[in-house]
């Protein structure tokens, strides 16, 4: 399935300075039954966005209602733990677009650009910044440029690494089979001419 296509993205952001947030934080092992991508964002960090009588934990981010926007910026190592989909398809169904951290699990950055969500790596000093910039004015907007593979806010930037079919595929919406599908007329003339 197609993802609306990614080229620049100009957001305010959620800053969520944990360090180490693993797959379980990020949606729960108990709400991992369904087999559609709809309806995990309601879930996403439930046992942090929830206190145990199912109560708002008011100083949470999330809950926070001076954060808002498709960019969420995440403490170091973010991602970690078990190889769960289901992770990505949370941050997505939720609403963001964009992961900042200054380092990514592998599986997870692969499931998180699979399914049209962007994780961005940039240096822990960026990172600083960035995450005491949000919490001092949640308005601040932070533009990722996703054709240059710049971030940036204030006057701050930061250039950042992308693998380069993902790239082409965030920029068209594509998934694999709508890439494959992209290169048809190709496809036919290999074949014909073989």
């Known amino acids: 399935m197609s993802k609306e296509k990614f080229t620049l993205l100009k957001s305010k952001a959620v800053p969520l300075p944990n360090e180490n947030i693993d797959t379980d934080q990020i949606i729960p092992a108990r709400f991992l039954k369904a087999t559609t991508r709809e309806g995990f964002g309601e879930?996403?960090?439930?046992?942090?966005?929830?206190?145990?009588?199912?109560?708002?934990?008011?100083?949470?981010a999330l809950n926070?209602?001076?954060y808002s926007g498709k960019i969420?910026?995440?403490?170091?190592?973010?991602?970690?733990?078990?190889?769960?989909?289901?992770?990505?398809?949370a941050l997505y169904d939720y609403g963001f677009r964009?992961?900042?951290?200054?380092f990514f699990?592998?599986?997870?950055?692969?499931?998180a650009l699979n399914n049209a969500v962007l994780p961005v790596v940039v240096s822990?000093?960026?990172?600083?910044?960035?995450?005491?910039?949000?919490?001092l004015n949640p308005d601040a907007q932070v533009t990722v440029d996703?054709?240059?593979?710049?971030?940036?806010?204030?006057?701050?930037?930061?250039n950042f690494d992308i693998n380069p079919y993902k790239k082409i595929?965030?920029?068209?919406?594509?998934?694999?089979?709508?890439?494959?599908?992209?290169?048809?007329?190709?496809?036919r003339e290999f074949d014909l001419a073989h």
Do not use: M
């Open 64 to 66: 926070n209602p001076a």
């Open 169 to 187: 595929c965030l920029t068209n919406g594509y998934d694999d089979i709508d890439y494959l599908l992209s290169l048809n007329k190709e496809i």
């Open 105 to 111: 699990a592998d599986i997870f950055k692969n499931n």
């Open 43 to 60: 879930n996403l960090f439930r046992d942090w966005r929830y206190d145990g009588n199912n109560n708002l934990v008011k100083d949470f």
């Open 146 to 158: 996703l054709e240059n593979q710049k971030i940036s806010f204030d006057s701050h930037s930061e």
């Open 124 to 135: 822990d000093s960026f990172l600083k910044k960035l995450l005491d910039t949000i919490q």
């Open 72 to 89: 969420l910026v995440a403490g170091k190592n973010f991602g970690c733990g078990s190889s769960r989909e289901h992770a990505a398809w």
């Open 98 to 102: 964009v992961v900042v951290s200054s």
